[in-house]
């Protein structure tokens, strides 16, 4: 018996395949929610990648009327924004790497060791990010002067510590708990020692997720500007902090452009260097979604 | 001539006041070159007990020797034994040939004698060009060969597997029970296989223990444990086996409305009667024999399942020819041929007719 095949003719086709119109009309939403979501993620960074290039630019004119480089030149001229990118870089990285110390060891017993109390303490990691951290940075200020660490390095440092603690025992832990228990056993039982067994099974599984995390960290700590404004005036300017006080001082847009710009330099080269072992999964894997 | 025993092995989980026993009092030999099954439901303790000999797990009393030799203070890196686990355990960001070869690197061999013995033991468990593969790549069968290539080629003095086969189809399980059971006999390995599965057990080993709520409850010769179960719990977990009530008294066993010869020793008390599927034979006359009506007859081949539903017995499971004809809701008279008799805790009295 044959069967008649169905027939064609009304059948949207996209690419070349036939599809079904619930199939498509997936596919159109699917496209517009991208073209949306670009326009609002790209569009805010496109302003300020043009204002920073733009010499003069007036209403209504879609694009900047006239092009140039001269509050680049204006901005690097500045001893402040000079001594505050290699302030803001060292700082980042030095919060990080302590961080990193502190965290991940911290980490590894949260995943490994069910001691009492432990889901509390997870949470309680939490809570620097549950209030405002405004009040919360003016409080310690109050300490932090008494101590003498207001406008000091290592007064900066500890405050943004403190916002690293949340991704840097999180993501661990969570990357640390997916690692089967039996994979280290295995590595055991053929003659490795607990040290080697951490290095060379341990380590490079959770290598993608430990890198995300150090990579948010230093990109955030980067960004700090609330606790390094609090505690750090007037000793520490780090590139952050003049961002908020050019915007809030000038009148001239092109300043508070120009060092935005700046402040996603760093960010930019980690990402490209960080993509060849990051999956897209990697991070929200870390916090076990 | 490495051999294995386990003496008085004990472990305990828990808190002081509500400890849970997972480990009593476990006694078991294992010769040189033998292969061991230690049998039992999950849970009952049989995974604990290997982990302890591999030094996963601090035993709370008792010792474990090799060659007569404590290995109860070394750490598991330290122990002659080598393990193949339940789940797949091959380290995913190294190829199949470094997976084998780590062990090996850790004993600081020349590379190329390396190269030659993890190259041996590929081909010993039939992958020899799998080298350059990511465990990823590879199907859980050929993973779990892996893995025993990886305890292999260690040489170790007892070979530790836990369940390695129960991720695999069915198919695939007999296929690598019987490559095991051949490598094994090759190489005269001592080894300790612990499973749930009976069948596998019983195809495997030179001797089984068969662990209940973590006491041994026998250790024989898979043949002695199916047809001379020592307890109720063997009887029932080993093989299918029907259980019936029964009451001794002078010389005969009354089970439901017959009588059936007892042994002098038995004691007048009621009893369990344990009847395999097969000790039973279809009779025509009434004498000695239950009857009951079948209510389910399934083709197994070369013998037939039947379910016969009898009055005084209840639901009863035999084995059948096919040279008797038999049909669902016929009535059958039967009889046993061959049973056991359990008394409280004692080994049980076999009765043959």
């Not at chain 1, 008494?146 to 403190?162: A, F």
């Not at chain 2, 008085?8 to 828990?14: H, V």
């Not at chain 2, 849970?43 to 604990?48: A, Q």
């Not at chain 2, 474990?64 to 070394?74: E, P, R």
Request: aromatic share 10%; proline share 6%.
């Amino acid at each position: 018996m044959k069967i008649d095949p169905t027939p064609a003719y009304h059948q949207p086709t996209m690419f070349g395949y036939r599809i079904s119109t619930r199939t498509l009309r997936r596919e159109a939403f699917g496209i517009f929610a991208l073209v949306a979501l670009t326009l609002i993620i790209i569009g805010p960074m496109m302003t300020v990648f043009l204002w920073a290039f733009a010499e003069r630019w007036r209403q209504p004119a879609l694009l900047p009327t006239e092009w140039g480089l001269s509050y680049w030149y204006e901005t690097l001229a500045r001893n402040d924004i000079t001594s505050a990118m290699p302030m803001s870089l060292g700082l980042a990285l030095t919060v990080t790497a302590l961080s990193a110390i502190i965290c991940l060891p911290a980490a590894y017993a949260f995943a490994r060791i069910n001691f009492p109390g432990r889901q509390g303490l997870l949470l309680s990691f939490l809570a620097v990010n549950a209030f405002p951290r405004f009040g919360l940075y003016v409080t310690i200020a109050v300490v932090f002067f008494r101590l003498g660490l207001v406008g000091t390095l290592p007064g900066v440092i500890l405050i943004q510590l403190v916002n690293t603690l949340l991704t840097m025992i999180w993501i661990p832990t969570s990357a640390f708990q997916n690692i089967d228990r039996a994979l280290e056993e295995a590595a055991l039982d053929v003659g490795a020692g607990r040290l080697r067994v951490f290095f060379q099974i341990t380590l490079p599984q959770v290598f993608p997720a430990l890198a995300a995390a150090l990579l948010l960290t230093f990109v955030s700590t980067f960004y700090e500007a609330q606790g390094a404004l609090i505690i750090g005036i007037p000793g520490i300017r780090t590139m952050a902090v003049l961002m908020y006080s050019y915007i809030n001082n000038q009148i001239v847009v092109q300043y508070g452009a120009v060092i935005s710009l700046m402040l996603w330099l760093p960010s930019l080269v980690l990402l490209s260097f960080a993509q060849k072992f990051l999956r897209g999964n990697t991070v929200s894997s870390g916090f076990g979604v | 001539m490495p051999t294995l025993d386990l003496i008085n092995l004990r472990k305990q989980f828990g808190s002081v006041t509500n400890p849970v026993v997972a480990v009593n009092d476990l006694n078991i030999n294992v010769a040189d070159g033998e292969f061991l099954c230690i049998l039992g439901p999950s849970g009952c303790g049989k995974s604990t007990a290997l982990r302890m000999v591999a030094g996963f797990e601090e035993p709370s009393g008792g010792d474990v020797q090799i060659d007569q030799q404590s290995i109860i203070n070394m750490p598991p890196n330290k122990r002659p034994t080598a393990m193949v686990f339940q789940k797949y355990t091959l380290w995913p960001h190294m190829k199949v040939y470094d997976n084998i070869a780590f062990g090996l690197k850790l004993r600081h061999l020349p590379k190329n004698q390396i190269d030659q013995e993890v190259q041996a033991s590929l081909e010993l468990v039939g992958l020899g060009r799998y080298g350059d593969r990511y465990p990823a790549q590879l199907s859980g069968g050929e993973q779990q060969r892996v893995a025993i290539a990886r305890a292999l080629v260690l040489k170790p003095k007892i070979l530790l597997l836990d369940e390695p086969f129960s991720n695999l189809d069915a198919l695939l399980r007999v296929r690598l029970r019987e490559e095991l059971r051949q490598i094994q006999r090759n190489l005269k390995i001592t080894a300790v296989f612990v499973t749930h599965d009976q069948e596998e057990a019983l195809s495997l080993a030179d001797r089984i223990a068969v662990m209940s709520k973590g006491e041994l409850q026998q250790l024989d010769k898979p043949a002695t444990i199916y047809a001379r179960p020592k307890t109720l719990f063997v009887a029932d977990f080993i093989g299918a086996m029907n259980m019936l009530d029964g009451e001794v008294n002078g010389g005969v066993v009354k089970v439901g409305n017959q009588r059936l010869p007892s042994p002098a020793e038995c004691v007048a008390a009621p009893a369990k009667i344990a009847i395999r599927p097969e000790d039973v034979i279809v009779t025509q006359t009434g004498e000695g024999a239950w009857h009951g009506r079948i209510t389910q007859v399934s083709d197994l081949g070369h013998y037939r399942k039947v379910f016969v539903q009898s009055p005084d017995l209840g639901m009863l499971k035999l084995y059948l020819p096919k040279s008797i004809e038999i049909n669902d809701g016929e009535m059958i008279t039967f009889k046993p041929t061959r049973f056991l008799i359990f008394q409280g805790p004692l080994p049980p009295f076999e009765v043959k007719l």
